[in-house]
C-alpha cells in the first residue's frame, strides 16, 4: 500500500489485516520494552542534538547540502524501506516466490543506476531545491504546480496509511497483553515521536533516522532469516517444500524460478508475461518512481558535493539488491513451514478463508524470537513504520513550503519565516496524516479509490521527465498537457480492462466503460495501465511540443537539458569513486543475480 | 557534518548489544527451547551487535582525531 511506490502498491495489495481470526501475539518482557524505550530516547535525543546546528532554510530542508554520499544512499534506501514494504515483500515472497525479486533486480537496480549516472546532474546542478522546482526551470509554472499539488497530497496521505498500519499491527500483536494500547494510543504516540524529530531536526533528522533504520531492519532480520532457513532444512531443504508447494498449486517449479516460468502470464503465480512484466515494471513504473519522486531524490539531493548526489543511488542499489534476503525469504520460509504442516507457523485466516500472508513477518518473529531479542525484531518494525512516516513527512514540508508558499503564498519570506513555515507544516501534514489514518480505518473504499488516482497521476510522469531531460525540443505546454494526457489514457484503460474473469466490474476494479481486456492479475493489469500512459504522455509531449512555441531559451535551458550541459567529468575521483564504473559494477550484479535464480 | 551520525548509532547498537548479552546470559534457557531451535540467539546476536556499535564508535572517534 506504499501510494508513492507504484512498484509496490501492486505487489503488498492490502494492508495488514487486523480483523483477521487466528491473530498473532507477541509476549513482550522488560527486556524487551527497555530497547524500545531507549531507541525512542535516541530517536529524540538525535533531533534535539541536531536543532543546535540548524540555522538556515537550506538546513532544514535540504541539510544544508552537506552529507556525504554512503549516508544520503543509507537514507535513499531507508526511506523506500518502509514497513509496508518490509511486510508487504514477504507477502509477496509467500504469494510468488523468487520472481518477487523481479521487483528489485529489474524493478529497481536499472533506475536507480540510470537516475544517479544521466539525471542526478540535472537535479543536483541545477540548484533546484525540489523535483518540482526542477519542473520549473525546465518547463514552466503550471507543471511544476500540478507535479506539487499532487505530490504533497499523496506524501500526507502515504505517511497517514504508514501511521494506520503500524496502528493496527500493534493494536492486533500487543493489544490483547497490554489494554491502553488502543489504536488512538498507537496513532498518537507514532506522530508525535516523529514530530519531535522532524519538527526539532529537519531533514538531517529524518537522514540520520533512516541510516539508523537501516541497520536495524538488517541486524533484526538476519537473524530471522537465519533460524527459519535452519528450521525448515536449509536452502535445499526451503526449495525442496517450495517444489512441492508448486507441485500442489498446479504450477510445478514455479516458486522456485525468478524467470523460468515468465513466458505466458498463466505459467506464473504472478500472472504476469515477460513483456508486460519488463516494460511495464522495469521500465515505466521503476523509472517513474525512483527517477522522478522527490520523496528518494530529495535525499540525494541533501549530498555534499555532484559526485556523492550522483552516487548516492547507485551505492543505496547495492543494498537494494541484496534486500530480498532479508524481505522475500521471510515468505518463501512461511510456505515451507506451511507446507511442513502441523503447528510449523500460525498465520492468520482472513473473513474470506485463506491464509493472510501480509503477517508473515509478525508471525516469523513471535515464532523464532525469544525475549529480548525479539525487542529488536519489533524495534526494527517500529523504526520502518516511522522512518516510512518521516520521508513522506519531510519530502511534503519542502514541497509545500518551497513551491507552494514561497512560489505562490508569500513570495517575500524571509530565511527564518521559511524555516518557522516547514516546522508549521510539519505539524499540519502529520496531522492531516492521522486524518487520513482514521478514514482508511472508517472506509476501505475511500483508501483504494485515492490510490487508484494516484495511480493515474503517476503512470505517465517518466515520459515528461524523460523528454524534458534529453529532448531540448520539448515545451511547457508539451510536458502539462502531455502529463494530463497520460492520465487520461490510464483513466481509459482502467474503464477498459478487468484484471481477472472472475472479477466484478467496478469503479475501482476497472471495466467501468466496457470491457474490452481481461487480465489474468490485476498486477498484468496495472503494467499495462503503465505502458499505455507513458505512451499516451510520451507521444502527446512531442505533438503539442512541436505545435508550440520553445517557451525557454537554449541558455535558459543550460544546466536542465542534456545536449546543452557540459558533461560532468568525474576523472578527478578515484575509478572506484566514479558513478559510471560503479554503475557498471552494480548492473552486472543484478545480471548476475538474475541469472543465478533464473 | 556537525554531528556524526556514527556516534548516536554506535551508542544505541552497543547498549542494545550489552542488553542482548546481559538477558541472554541470565534468562531461563527454556525460552530458546521454544522459540530459537534451543540456540541462545541473544549471546549470539547480541555479540554481533556490540561489534558493530563498537565498529561505529571507533570509526566515528577516528575521524575526529
Same mark, same amino acid.
Given at each position: 500500500?506504499?501510494?508513492?511506490?507504484?512498484?509496490?502498491? &501492486?505487489?503488498?495489495?492490502?494492508?495488514?489485516?487486523?480483523?483477521?481470526?487466528?491473530?498473532?501475539?507477541?509476549?513482550?518482557? %522488560?527486556?524487551?520494552?527497555?530497547?524500545?524505550?531507549?531507541?525512542?530516547?535516541?530517536?529524540?535525543?538525535?533531533?534535539?542534538?541536531?536543532?543546535?546546528?540548524? !540555522?538556515?532554510?537550506?538546513?532544514?530542508?535540504?541539510?544544508?547540502?552537506?552529507?556525504?554520499?554512503?549516508?544520503?544512499?543509507?537514507?535513499?534506501?531507508?526511506?523506500?524501506?518502509?514497513?509496508?514494504?518490509?511486510?508487504?515483500?514477504?507477502?509477496?515472497?509467500?504469494?510468488?516466490?523468487?520472481?518477487?525479486?523481479?521487483?528489485?533486480?529489474?524493478?529497481?537496480?536499472?533506475?536507480?543506476?540510470?537516475?544517479?549516472?544521466?539525471?542526478?546532474?540535472?537535479?543536483?546542478?541545477?540548484?533546484?531545491?525540489?523535483?518540482?522546482?526542477?519542473?520549473?526551470?525546465?518547463?514552466?509554472?503550471?507543471?511544476?504546480? =500540478?507535479?506539487?499539488?499532487?505530490?504533497?497530497?499523496?506524501?500526507?496521505?502515504?505517511?497517514?496509511?504508514?501511521?494506520?498500519?503500524?496502528?493496527?499491527?500493534?493494536?492486533?500483536?500487543?493489544?490483547?497483553?497490554?489494554?491502553?494500547?488502543?489504536?488512538?494510543?498507537?496513532?498518537?504516540?507514532?506522530?508525535?515521536? &516523529?514530530?519531535?524529530?522532524?519538527?526539532? $531536526? $529537519?531533514?538531517?533528522?529524518?537522514?540520520?533516522?533512516?541510516?539508523?533504520?537501516?541497520?536495524?531492519?538488517?541486524?533484526?532480520?538476519?537473524?530471522?532469516?537465519?533460524?527459519?532457513?535452519?528450521?525448515?532444512? $536449509?536452502?535445499?531443504?526451503?526449495?525442496?517444500?517450495?517444489?512441492?508447494?508448486?507441485?500442489?498449486?498446479?504450477?510445478?517449479?514455479?516458486?522456485?524460478?525468478?524467470?523460468?516460468?515468465?513466458?505466458?502470464?498463466?505459467?506464473?503465480?504472478?500472472? &504476469?508475461?515477460?513483456?508486460?512484466?519488463?516494460?511495464?515494471?522495469?521500465?515505466?513504473? @521503476?523509472?517513474?518512481?525512483?527517477?522522478?519522486? =522527490?520523496?528518494?531524490?530529495?535525499?540525494?539531493?541533501?549530498?555534499?558535493?555532484?559526485?556523492?548526489?550522483?552516487?548516492?543511488?547507485?551505492?543505496?542499489?547495492?543494498?537494494?539488491?541484496?534486500?530480498?534476503?532479508? &524481505?522475500?525469504?521471510?515468505?518463501?520460509?512461511?510456505?515451507?513451514?506451511?507446507?511442513?504442516?502441523?503447528?510449523?507457523?500460525?498465520?492468520?485466516?482472513?473473513?474470506?478463508?485463506?491464509?493472510?500472508?501480509?503477517?508473515?513477518?509478525?508471525?516469523?518473529?513471535? !515464532?523464532?524470537?525469544?525475549?529480548?531479542?525479539?525487542?529488536?525484531?519489533? %524495534?526494527?518494525?517500529?523504526?520502518?513504520?516511522?522512518?516510512?512516516?518521516?520521508?513522506?513527512?519531510?519530502?511534503?514540508?519542502?514541497?509545500?513550503?518551497?513551491?507552494?508558499?514561497?512560489?505562490?503564498?508569500?513570495?517575500?519570506?524571509?530565511?527564518?519565516?521559511?524555516?518557522?513555515? $516547514?516546522?508549521?507544516?510539519?505539524?499540519?501534514?502529520?496531522?492531516? @496524516?492521522?486524518?487520513?489514518?482514521?478514514?482508511?480505518?472508517?472506509?476501505?473504499?475511500?483508501?483504494?479509490?485515492?490510490?487508484?488516482?494516484?495511480?493515474?497521476?503517476?503512470?505517465?510522469?517518466?515520459?515528461? =521527465?524523460?523528454?524534458?531531460?534529453?529532448?531540448?525540443? @520539448?515545451?511547457?505546454?508539451?510536458?502539462?498537457?502531455?502529463?494530463?494526457?497520460?492520465?487520461?489514457?490510464?483513466?481509459?484503460?482502467?474503464?477498459?480492462?478487468?484484471? %481477472?474473469?472472475?472479477?466484478?466490474?467496478?469503479?475501482?476494479?476497472?471495466?467501468?466503460?466496457?470491457?474490452?481486456?481481461?487480465?489474468?492479475?490485476?498486477?498484468?493489469?496495472?503494467?499495462?495501465?503503465?505502458?499505455?500512459?507513458? %505512451?499516451?504522455?510520451?507521444?502527446?509531449?512531442?505533438?503539442?511540443?512541436?505545435?508550440?512555441?520553445?517557451?525557454?531559451?537554449?541558455?535558459?535551458?543550460?544546466?536542465?537539458?542534456?545536449?546543452?550541459?557540459?558533461?560532468?567529468?568525474?576523472? @578527478?575521483?578515484?575509478?572506484?569513486?566514479?558513478?559510471?564504473?560503479?554503475?557498471?559494477?552494480?548492473?552486472?550484479?543484478?545480471?548476475?543475480?538474475?541469472?543465478?535464480?533464473? | 557534518?556537525?554531528?556524526?551520525?556514527?556516534?548516536?548509532? *554506535?551508542?544505541?547498537?552497543?547498549?542494545? *548489544?550489552?542488553?542482548?548479552?546481559?538477558? *541472554?546470559?541470565?534468562?531461563?534457557?527454556?525460552?530458546?527451547?521454544?522459540?530459537?531451535? *534451543?540456540?541462545?540467539?541473544?549471546?549470539?546476536?547480541?555479540?554481533?551487535?556490540?561489534?558493530?556499535?563498537?565498529?561505529?564508535?571507533?570509526?566515528?572517534?577516528?575521524?575526529?582525531?
Amino acid at each position: 500500500m506504499h501510494l508513492l511506490n507504484p512498484v509496490l502498491a &501492486v505487489a503488498a495489495e492490502s494492508a495488514p489485516a487486523a480483523a483477521a481470526s487466528n491473530s498473532i501475539l507477541l509476549k513482550l518482557a %522488560t527486556v524487551d520494552y527497555a530497547i524500545l524505550a531507549i531507541y525512542f530516547a535516541f530517536v529524540i535525543g538525535i533531533g534535539w542534538v541536531l536543532k543546535r546546528y540548524l !540555522k538556515t532554510s537550506s538546513d532544514y530542508f535540504e541539510s544544508g547540502r552537506s552529507l556525504p554520499a554512503w549516508i544520503c544512499a543509507l537514507g535513499f534506501i531507508g526511506a523506500n524501506l518502509g514497513a509496508q514494504e518490509v511486510m508487504g515483500m514477504a507477502a509477496s515472497g509467500a504469494k510468488y516466490g523468487i520472481s518477487t525479486s523481479h521487483f528489485y533486480w529489474i524493478g529497481a537496480i536499472p533506475a536507480m543506476v540510470f537516475v544517479g549516472i544521466f539525471m542526478m546532474p540535472f537535479y543536483y546542478g541545477s540548484k533546484a531545491r525540489s523535483v518540482p522546482e526542477y519542473l520549473k526551470l525546465r518547463f514552466d509554472e503550471k507543471t511544476r504546480t =500540478f507535479n506539487a499539488l499532487t505530490f504533497a497530497v499523496m506524501t500526507v496521505f502515504s505517511s497517514g496509511i504508514s501511521m494506520h498500519a503500524l496502528a493496527l499491527l500493534l493494536n492486533a500483536t500487543l493489544g490483547s497483553s497490554i489494554p491502553w494500547l488502543n489504536y488512538h494510543v498507537c496513532i498518537a504516540f507514532s506522530g508525535v515521536i &516523529v514530530l519531535i524529530y522532524i519538527y526539532t $531536526g $529537519g531533514l538531517t533528522s529524518a537522514i540520520y533516522n533512516e541510516v539508523i533504520q537501516f541497520f536495524l531492519i538488517v541486524l533484526g532480520f538476519a537473524p530471522l532469516v537465519f533460524l527459519g532457513l535452519k528450521d525448515v532444512g $536449509g536452502w535445499d531443504g526451503m526449495m525442496t517444500k517450495l517444489g512441492l508447494y508448486s507441485n500442489a498449486q498446479g504450477m510445478p517449479g514455479a516458486w522456485s524460478h525468478s524467470w523460468a516460468h515468465m513466458g505466458t502470464a498463466t505459467g506464473n503465480p504472478m500472472g &504476469v508475461e515477460w513483456f508486460g512484466l519488463a516494460m511495464g515494471l522495469g521500465f515505466v513504473l @521503476s523509472f517513474g518512481y525512483w527517477c522522478t519522486d =522527490f520523496l528518494v531524490i530529495q535525499r540525494a539531493m541533501a549530498a555534499k558535493d555532484m559526485n556523492s548526489a550522483r552516487r548516492t543511488p547507485i551505492i543505496a542499489a547495492i543494498p537494494k539488491m541484496l534486500f530480498p534476503a532479508l &524481505v522475500i525469504l521471510p515468505g518463501m520460509i512461511a510456505i515451507a513451514l506451511v507446507q511442513k504442516g502441523g503447528n510449523s507457523i500460525n498465520l492468520p485466516i482472513t473473513p474470506g478463508g485463506e491464509t493472510d500472508f501480509n503477517m508473515v513477518v509478525p508471525a516469523l518473529l513471535a !515464532k523464532y524470537f525469544p525475549t529480548g531479542m525479539l525487542g529488536l525484531g519489533l %524495534t526494527a518494525l517500529m523504526a520502518s513504520f516511522m522512518s516510512g512516516m518521516a520521508g513522506n513527512v519531510t519530502a511534503f514540508n519542502t514541497v509545500w513550503t518551497y513551491d507552494l508558499y514561497h512560489n505562490h503564498i508569500n513570495p517575500k519570506a524571509t530565511d527564518a519565516k521559511l524555516v518557522r513555515m $516547514g516546522r508549521i507544516t510539519t505539524v499540519v501534514g502529520l496531522l492531516i @496524516s492521522a486524518g487520513c489514518a482514521y478514514t482508511a480505518r472508517e472506509s476501505n473504499n475511500i483508501m483504494d479509490m485515492l490510490q487508484l488516482v494516484f495511480g493515474f497521476v503517476n503512470a505517465p510522469l517518466f515520459a515528461a =521527465f524523460l523528454l524534458g531531460m534529453f529532448w531540448r525540443r @520539448s515545451t511547457g505546454h508539451g510536458a502539462f498537457y502531455g502529463l494530463i494526457t497520460g492520465t487520461v489514457c490510464a483513466m481509459i484503460f482502467h474503464g477498459l480492462t478487468l484484471p %481477472t474473469a472472475t472479477t466484478a466490474p467496478s469503479l475501482i476494479k476497472g471495466g467501468w466503460i466496457s470491457i474490452q481486456h481481461t487480465f489474468t492479475s490485476s498486477m498484468a493489469q496495472n503494467f499495462w495501465m503503465a505502458i499505455f500512459a507513458f %505512451t499516451g504522455c510520451f507521444i502527446a509531449t512531442i505533438v503539442i511540443s512541436l505545435a508550440t512555441k520553445a517557451n525557454k531559451t537554449d541558455d535558459e535551458l543550460r544546466g536542465l537539458v542534456y545536449s546543452l550541459t557540459p558533461k560532468t567529468k568525474d576523472e @578527478s575521483a578515484a575509478w572506484y569513486a566514479r558513478p559510471a564504473t560503479l554503475g557498471a559494477i552494480v548492473l552486472a550484479g543484478a545480471v548476475v543475480l538474475n541469472v543465478i535464480f533464473w | 557534518m556537525n554531528l556524526d551520525v556514527r556516534l548516536p548509532m *554506535g551508542l544505541l547498537f552497543a547498549i542494545i *548489544g550489552v542488553i542482548l548479552l546481559v538477558h *541472554g546470559f541470565t534468562a531461563d534457557q527454556a525460552i530458546y527451547d521454544n522459540h530459537s531451535l *534451543g540456540i541462545n540467539i541473544n549471546v549470539r546476536w547480541g555479540g554481533v551487535i556490540l561489534a558493530f556499535g563498537a565498529f561505529m564508535l571507533f570509526l566515528a572517534r577516528k575521524k575526529k582525531s
